[in-house]
């Protein structure tokens, strides 16, 4: 496991520990699972963006 050090605003750092201790889990807790998230929303769309370029590139290259 790779130990990682962030800088936050005040602001963003409080709104982490109160979201964290509403949950009742560990700031650590909630900042891994929100980087897993954010990964693989990005990672799902990265992928359902070359399917529709796959899917329409014959569309696309009788429009340009």
Known sequence: MKTLE???SDEIAAKV???AQDRGVSVQDIL???VVE???REAEFEAAAAH???KNAELYR???
Do not use: F, N, W
């Open 6 to 8: 962030i800088t936050l």
């Open 52 to 54: 529709v370029l796959a």
């Open 32 to 34: 891994q699972s929100s």
């Open 38 to 40: 954010k990964l693989e």
């Open 62 to 64: 009788r429009l340009s």
């Open 17 to 19: 520990e109160q979201a």
